[in-house]
């Protein structure tokens, strides 16, 4: 596609529920990554996924997250048993370089409230 | 371990004049620096870089920045702000290293009219 795209843009859940969330990237984007941006903080790295290689989990905050890729394109971000700290905008980013140096290109974000 | 200080969490400036916001790192060997604009409600634009060569670096939106390794500091300048420059931007750092980028924790920009 033209844009790395996300859904849904909002999401609201209860506490203990589970969460998806997906990333759709760049078409030809070998690079995917996930971020997560709370209030009044900058970027927390969480996953990084290049090509067919074994993700770089070194982010994720708990065993309560975990995420997939499939065929090198879509990805899903799970949150299981979803806690209030969990509230954050999760950004979605793509880049055709592994290394990051064509810069990314990032979604527009799921804003996820658990209330 | 890599990381990136924004010290001011908020700039204001006057219409028409320079801006800066300040950015240093701290980073082993070689940085890979970049900067980010995030508009309210939007996913983060990539503005610019600096990997090699030459220290100032011209990107967009008449955006450029100066890589200073002395310093540690890429420092992000614009010599005319529009009130359309208001919005938050990121510092990034990657090391040679690492495969992602560590981002500061942003700063507001504010053009007054």
């Known amino acids: 596609g033209a844009g790395v795209s996300q859904s849904p843009s909002n999401k609201v859940t209860e506490k203990g529920k589970d969460v998806e969330l997906r990333c759709d990237p760049i078409?030809?984007?070998?690079?995917l990554y996930w971020y997560r941006q709370s209030l009044g903080q900058g970027l927390e790295f969480l996953i990084y996924?290049?090509?067919?290689?074994?993700?770089?989990k070194s982010g994720l905050p708990s065993d309560r997250f975990s995420a997939e890729r499939t065929g090198g394109s879509v990805s899903t971000l799970t949150i299981q048993r979803t806690q209030q700290e969990d509230s954050a905008v999760y950004l979605c980013?793509?880049?055709?370089?592994?290394?990051?140096?064509?810069?990314?290109?990032f979604g527009s974000g799921t804003r996820l409230t658990v209330v | 371990a890599q990381s990136v200080a924004q010290p001011e969490d908020q700039v204001n400036v006057a219409e028409g004049n320079p801006l800066t916001v300040k950015c240093t790192y701290s980073?082993?060997?070689?940085?890979?620096l970049f900067w980010y604009v995030q508009y309210p409600n939007r996913g983060l634009q990539f503005l610019l870089k600096?990997?090699?060569?030459?220290?100032l670096v011209k990107g967009s939106y008449g955006f450029e920045a100066e890589f200073n390794k002395s310093q540690t500091s890429f420092h992000l300048k614009k010599p005319s702000a529009l009130v359309s420059d208001s919005a938050l931007y990121f510092c990034?750092?990657?090391?040679?290293?690492?495969?992602?980028?560590?981002f500061g924790s942003g700063t507001q920009l504010t053009v007054l009219p």
């Open positions: 990034a750092v990657r090391p040679g290293s690492a495969r992602q980028l560590t």
């Open positions: 980013a793509s880049s055709s370089g592994g290394q990051g140096n064509y810069g990314y290109t």
């Open positions: 996924f290049q090509g067919n290689s074994a993700p770089d």
């Open positions: 600096y990997i090699t060569g030459d220290n």
């Open positions: 078409s030809g984007h070998t690079a």
């Open positions: 980073v082993s060997g070689n940085p890979y």
